[in-house]
């Protein structure tokens, strides 16, 4: 029984330790922990160094040139890092990062999305539960894809607009940290919030992949467009991860904003 | 440039474009112009029109200074108003007519903006743009 215990408790040390995202190919990768990535200026000068330095560039690790970048001061993030971990803070008014045409790390009919975060409050409570109207960790700007956030029974969305909107839906409080796995493939929508069950819904190709992406705000409404939320990362692919690669996503995503998944 | 103050800035509608090419000219925004620094429509009650415009940012104590120092027209050499269709009497009433509230770094961003909105007796108003589903 000890050496069986060891074992295991060894194998999952090993499978967190050694997992390199950079090994599964990835077409977006954000890692706010990563320094070397983040400058305060939009065209990547002014390495970010301490808490509180703002932040107008994130650099795509994947390699495929998916940067996120924002011109306007006013409207850029902030970096923290407290008790080993780092997020970007949004301040829910008028920050957001974006950029990136979608195209560039999802498919109209596949993509899968890990992203890890904290919504400090929901301010909206659209109850059509499209991403037009709710704070959104992230989206499009064409209202075709994101995770979005309502009040009533409140809840996570993962959406995705077929020439219809589908939502796959979970119950979320403010204030916790989460880790999504957001999945579309085979004509379906699902959504995994930590090692919460999967919701799934059915659901087409995407109507259009080539609106710009956006971190920190919904898509264009100018009244409740931004979300009060804390960014800890995103990894994305147009391609499905293998179960086991979804497994150590999670828990590689999950240390990142401080769960043990 | 670490921040160490939350500050929320509000413009008169009329001005909004002086203050956002201003916020341009000192290297806070860029083209395409007029920027996008002042992106909050407000309204004494929510309806249009827009009335007003504001932001939230975090700053540094320099930042603060060259405001205040702007309000009486003192602004660094470097800055050059022409470049973006301002004149010095354009910026000069851009920066006297800013609202501008400061707070600590640690305040909620929300809380703070939604305190200076009610003590200026604004409401953001809400402009639904159309659906696009491109």
């Known amino acids: ?261 | 440039m670490t921040m160490i103050h939350s500050v929320v800035m509000i413009i008169a509608a009329e001005l909004q474009e002086k203050a956002s090419l201003l916020e341009c000219a000192i290297g806070k925004d860029e083209a395409p112009l007029p920027g996008k620094t002042y992106v909050r429509p407000l309204s004494p009650d929510g309806s249009e029109p827009v009335t007003h415009w504001g932001c939230h940012t975090w700053e540094t104590q320099a930042f603060l200074d060259g405001k205040e120092a702007a309000k009486s027209g003192d602004y660094p050499p470097s800055v050059d108003f022409a470049v973006y269709g301002l004149s010095k009497d354009d910026a000069h009433s851009a920066a006297a007519g800013l609202i501008v509230s400061v707070r600590d770094i640690a305040v909620r961003p929300r809380d703070h903006w939604d305190e200076v909105l009610a003590a200026s007796g604004l409401v953001p108003v809400v402009i639904k743009t159309e659906d696009l589903k491109l």
Request: aromatic letters at 8%; hydrophobic letters at 40%.
């Open chain 1, 1 to 261: 029984m000890l050496g069986l215990g060891i074992s295991l408790w060894g194998q999952r040390r090993a499978a967190a330790a050694v997992l390199d995202p950079a090994t599964l190919s990835p077409h977006l990768w954000l890692d706010p922990s990563d320094l070397t990535t983040l400058f305060q200026n939009s065209n990547g000068t002014g390495a970010v160094a301490a808490d509180n330095d703002p932040v107008g560039y994130i650099g795509d690790k994947s390699g495929n040139g998916n940067h996120f970048i924002e011109a306007t001061a006013a409207a850029r993030p902030i970096y923290k890092t407290s008790a080993g971990l780092s997020w970007l803070a949004f301040d829910g008014v008028d920050d957001s990062i974006g950029g990136p045409l979608v195209n560039g790390f999802i498919t109209e009919a596949v993509y899968d999305i890990f992203c890890a975060g904290i919504v400090n409050t929901i301010a909206t409570d659209d109850p059509s539960d499209q991403p037009t109207f709710n704070d959104a960790l992230f989206s499009d700007g064409g209202g075709l894809i994101g995770l979005h956030f309502r009040q009533s029974a409140p809840r996570m969305c993962a959406f995705n607009y077929d020439g219809s909107p589908d939502t796959a839906n979970d119950d979320y409080t403010a204030g916790e940290a989460f880790v999504a796995h957001i999945r579309h493939s085979g004509g379906n929508l699902s959504l995994t919030q930590n090692a919460r069950a999967t919701v799934t819904v059915a659901s087409g190709d995407t109507g259009s992949v080539i609106n710009p992406a956006s971190i920190g705000r919904n898509r264009t409404d100018t009244s409740h467009a931004w979300t009060d939320c804390k960014f800890y990362g995103m990894i994305a692919r147009k391609t499905i991860f293998s179960a086991g690669e979804v497994a150590a996503l999670k828990t590689y995503m999950g240390a990142k904003v401080g769960l043990v998944l």
